[in-house]
């Protein structure tokens, strides 16, 4: 069974210029979520997806932005890049249902110069 | 906002130690989740919990859910090389099931 796939894996990007992520979730799993990491905040919620419909949103401004299809695809875009939004981006998709954990995908370092 | 905090934030222990994590929720939780980060690496997912009072093992981990559910713990007895990693509790809100807060995690470093 294939895992979360994020492409790309690594991007580098400069200000002011936008940015978008793609994540396809595990065969089935129509959750998919979306984390920002950095070392110094650690693992942010950015927001949750199911059924194409964006069920939560974390705390960040509007320019970061996402969809999903209806094949449980995920994408996220970012615009107007700022330095701070330089991190490793994680996607992550599980069953339906409460009692399942996430699979996460390696992720998609962005860097922003 | 729900914050999760963790602590230790750093732990070094000497192989065949054993190591704890604390996790604790600014609300109350209606489950908890536990993942690994190796170096490099993406979470993984350990294990849920539920229940108030909870406890579940994984051979050499031991994981509780306070009575409150407001906090949780991770227990690692004679912690071996292979457990180096960051390990991370998530809350999931009690109004929002489908919506994880991840704690600040724990890097644990074993030295052999």
């Known amino acids: 069974k294939a895992g979360v796939t994020q492409t790309p894996r690594y991007l580098i990007k400069t200000r002011g210029q936008q940015v978008t992520l793609s994540c396809s979730p595990i065969?089935?799993?129509?959750?998919v979520s979306w984390y920002q990491q950095t070392p110094g905040q650690g693992l942010q919620f950015l927001f949750e997806y199911f059924s194409e419909t964006q069920r939560n949103k974390g705390n960040f401004p509007g320019r970061f932005s996402g969809r999903q299809f209806s094949n449980s695809r995920s994408e996220m875009n970012v615009s107007t890049l700022e330095l701070g939004d330089s991190a490793l981006y994680l996607c992550?998709?599980?069953?339906?249902?409460?009692?399942?954990?996430?699979?996460f995908g390696s992720g998609t370092r962005l860097t922003v110069v | 906002g729900q914050q999760v905090m963790q602590i230790p934030q750093y732990q070094h222990v000497q192989e065949g130690e054993d190591f704890t994590t604390y996790c604790n929720s600014s609300?109350?939780?209606?489950?908890i989740q536990w993942y690994k980060q190796r170096p490099g690496g993406h979470p993984v997912f350990l294990i849920q919990?539920?229940?108030?009072?909870e406890v579940k093992k994984q051979k050499r981990l031991t994981f509780q859910f306070g009575e409150a559910k407001k906090n949780s713990s991770l227990h690692i007895t004679a912690t071996q090389t292979t457990d180096v990693g960051t390990y991370f509790c998530?809350?999931?809100?009690?109004?929002?099931?489908?919506?994880?807060?991840f704690g600040t995690g724990t890097r644990l470093q074993v030295f052999p």
């Open positions: 065969s089935g799993h129509r959750s």
């Open positions: 609300t109350t939780l209606s489950n």
């Open positions: 992550a998709s599980r069953q339906t249902g409460t009692n399942y954990g996430y699979t």
């Open positions: 998530a809350g999931g809100a009690s109004y929002n099931t489908d919506k994880l807060i």
């Open positions: 919990l539920v229940k108030s009072g």
